[in-house]
């Protein structure tokens, strides 16, 4: 059973800080590239941040220099640390794969971030 659960979201003011995690199961993880996406209301949902299964990473430009995609494979788990947050990263939070290929269908839950003050 192929299970994609986030966690880590909040309410945070402006300027704070989150970090949120994936954990995976029922896949090999390590072979997987992944992505982080976010959708905010009334939006697509859109990638904001990618791994490969080497470790490079790549980011959307309104996130670069504030967000941080790592995972660790021994933890079948990815993380998404997130700094200096603004109200327009408000949004539904998601892991999967990138791109969503093998995986469409195990979209997970979210975690919701909403930044506030």
């Known amino acids: 059973q192929v299970q994609l659960v986030e966690s880590g979201g909040g309410l945070v003011q402006p300027g704070g800080s989150l970090r949120l995690s994936c954990a995976a199961s029922g896949i090999i993880f390590s072979i997987y590239a992944m992505g982080w996406y976010r959708q905010a209301p009334g939006k697509q949902r859109e990638l904001v941040a990618a791994?490969?299964?080497?470790?490079?990473?790549n980011y959307v430009d309104s996130v670069k220099g504030r967000f941080t995609i790592s995972r660790d494979n021994a933890k079948n788990t990815v993380y998404l640390q997130m700094n200096r947050l603004k109200p327009e990263d408000t949004a539904v939070y998601y892991c999967n794969e990138r791109p969503v290929v093998t995986l469409a269908k195990y979209w997970g839950q979210g975690t919701q971030v909403t930044v506030s003050s």
């Open positions: 791994i490969t299964s080497g470790g490079s990473t």
